[in-house]
């Protein structure tokens, strides 16, 4: 059984930080994407940061557009988590936002939610203005 469980979301205020973790356990996450997804009232769930977490190559990092230069994905291997350091931040970042993992995605799949299998329960992050 595979479970993500996320933390650190909050209330800030536009051009202030926050950090969010996801603490995954189950399974040896070496070979797994991990991904940060958002979703905001009324609209779709979005791909936001995603890691392709490999403990003999290294990783791969890629971005949404939006927060490019703002908001920074990392993994910790040793205690199986993924983080999300988020600069910067905008009321238009506002969403909840999920951790999800999955362990057979072509790099294409990476931005597509459909294509992960596991989930936590989302953490709220609210920007004000």
């Known amino acids: 059984q595979v479970q993500l469980l996320e933390s650190g979301g909050g209330l800030v205020q536009a051009g202030g930080s926050l950090r969010l973790a996801c603490a995954a356990s189950g399974r040896t996450f070496s070979t797994y994407v991990m991904g940060w997804f958002r979703q905001a009232p009324g609209k779709e769930r979005e791909f936001v940061a995603a890691i392709n977490w490999s403990n003999w190559s290294g990783g791969s990092i890629y971005y949404a557009d939006s927060v490019k230069g703002r908001f920074t994905i990392s993994r910790d291997y040793a205690k199986n988590a993924v983080y999300l350091q988020m600069n910067s931040l905008k009321p238009e970042d506002t969403a909840v936002y999920y951790c999800?993992?999955?362990?057979?995605?072509?790099?294409?799949?990476?931005?597509?939610?459909?294509?992960?299998?596991?989930w936590g329960q989302g953490t709220q992050v609210t920007v004000s203005s």
């Open positions: 999800a993992a999955d362990s057979r995605l072509s790099v294409s799949d990476y931005v597509s939610y459909l294509k992960y299998d596991y």
